[in-house]
């Protein structure tokens, strides 16, 4: 008795940062992810998927300090853990003590194991190769609102080809996804790191290129005050951050700002490749059709992420306070991380979960996602169950989604289950309809009621 007492008093509960997902949002999730697969495969891009977990040093030291900071171990069991290292933790060598009871870890991105498939299984590849991948991803983050700890990346890359191409092709994807999804008010920022490169070059820099962008990256959360602050911390000269400060206030058109930083990187190579880059993408791309105000160059972007070395995308929702809803950047190195040179490669992921948030806040999920079950039979008894059941497996061999209800319950019951799941029409079937061989249907929205053939349900609805 006890023991029942202590089960009763123990509520259930999840993990901080994650979510259980009812129906009706499943539904509203699965048409985001059916929205950008179809556009992914319109594009020639191949499924693909990878474990959860991976090897540790697989992962580490791939997304800069702070990323490092956010993978999540999994602990050694068993024997394993008899290796433990406990000098380390004795020594407070916490790295190494972590290293010795944990050697693998769940993905942090899709980007990195996707980069380790590639070397894995490069001799069963076509090159350029295009995948794309839809799975969960865990960050040990702080959970707030857009910020969870286990996620899921919708990415598109392709690697084996360093052509411009591509980065034009997936601008192109993200305007089509957002605009199919009727996102329409949105932002496509992009940059080089070829320029920021330039950038540290041009303020005698070069080695601290990283800890640089990590910190502009930051000017839109904690402004330029705070960006100055980090690269004073940081350990950047004096001299260096007086020369960056003309780059905080840089406005006017892309091609206005660009010509700017013309000025500003005409003493590094690698900086004006960056901006040859930039301007060729922006151009192909307004050339294509996409509007001009929505892809925008911002020279501070820069993702924090230590292995882009070319493009680099961020796009917004402009009229709803949530960070970005997708991003991205070429990475022409990353597969020389597991030992395969030479293998360019560039890639976009979109953030379901925020674009969900998005979406709900604007109101702009159709009825259509949400609607699971098209027809409901009511059941009025054995023999009008029957008959229902015949009819049932006629509308779902024309594929139409139906259930018929499992009891001759009360009407308003069975009415109010139809309601309750947003059913559009509701077929009965009594003792006249037996007879007759026709059914009576009913659209749940305008009330209108008619008997017919069934045919004429399934012509209505297919």
């Not at 008899?82 to 020594?91: F, M, P, V």
């Not at 709803?320 to 395969?340: E, K, N, P, W």
Request: hydrophobic fraction near 35%; charge should be negative.
């Amino acid at each position: 008795m006890l023991d029942t007492i202590h089960d009763m008093s123990t509520k259930p509960s999840i993990v901080k940062g994650t979510r259980d997902f009812l129906p009706d949002t499943m539904a509203k999730r699965n048409y985001i992810f059916d929205t950008i697969k179809a556009s992914f495969q319109k594009y020639g891009f191949l499924p693909i998927e990878t474990p959860s977990m991976e090897k540790t040093d697989t992962l580490l030291g791939k997304y800069g300090e702070e990323g490092d900071r956010l993978i999540f171990r999994i602990l050694s069991n068993g024997d394993q853990l008899k290796k433990a290292d406990t000098n380390a933790l004795a020594d407070e060598n916490l790295p190494r003590f972590a290293n010795s009871i944990s050697d693998k870890a769940l993905r942090y991105d899709l980007t990195v194991p996707f980069a380790r498939f590639v070397v894995q299984n490069q001799n069963d590849l076509s090159f350029p190769f295009k995948r794309f991948q839809i799975q969960p991803v865990w960050r040990a983050d702080r959970p707030q609102r857009g910020r969870y700890r286990e996620f899921y990346q919708c990415d598109a890359d392709v690697v084996g080809s360093d052509s411009l191409v591509y980065e034009i092709e997936l601008v192109q994807i993200f305007d089509e996804v957002l605009t199919n999804l009727q996102l329409t008010d949105f932002s496509i920022k992009i940059n080089n790191r070829k320029i920021l490169s330039g950038i540290a070059e041009v303020c005698g820099e070069e080695e601290n290129i990283v800890p640089i962008t990590v910190a502009i990256d930051k000017l839109d959360k904690i402004g330029k005050e705070g960006v100055i602050k980090e690269l004073v911390n940081r350990g950047i000269s004096e001299d260096a951050i007086q020369k960056i400060d003309p780059l905080f206030s840089l406005n006017g058109s892309n091609t206005e700002k660009l010509n700017s930083l013309k000025d500003f990187l005409a003493d590094s190579e690698i900086g004006l490749k960056g901006i040859e880059e930039l301007e060729y993408v922006i151009n192909e791309a307004s050339d294509l059709g996409l509007e001009k105000a929505k892809l925008e160059f911002e020279v501070t972007l820069a993702r924090g992420l230590n292995y882009y070395t070319g493009a680099i995308f961020e796009v917004s929702a402009n009229n709803v306070q949530i960070g970005s809803i997708c991003g991205g950047g070429r990475y022409d190195d990353l597969t020389a991380l597991f030992g395969l040179k030479g293998m360019s490669g560039v890639g976009i992921s979109f953030g379901a979960d925020r674009i969900y948030d998005v979406l709900e806040e604007l109101d702009l999920f159709p009825k259509s996602a949400t609607i699971s079950t098209k027809v409901l039979f009511i059941n009025f008894g054995e023999a009008e169950q029957k008959q229902s059941m015949i009819y049932a497996k006629q509308l779902r061999e024309a594929g139409i989604s139906c259930e018929v209800y499992p009891s001759s319950a009360k009407m308003k019951k069975q009415m109010k289950y139809g309601n309750d799941r947003s059913i559009p029409y509701v077929v009965m079937i009594g003792s006249d309809e037996l007879e007759s061989g026709k059914i009576t249907y009913k659209n749940m929205e305008s009330g209108e009621q008619q008997t017919a053939e069934l045919q004429s349900l399934i012509t209505k609805l297919s």
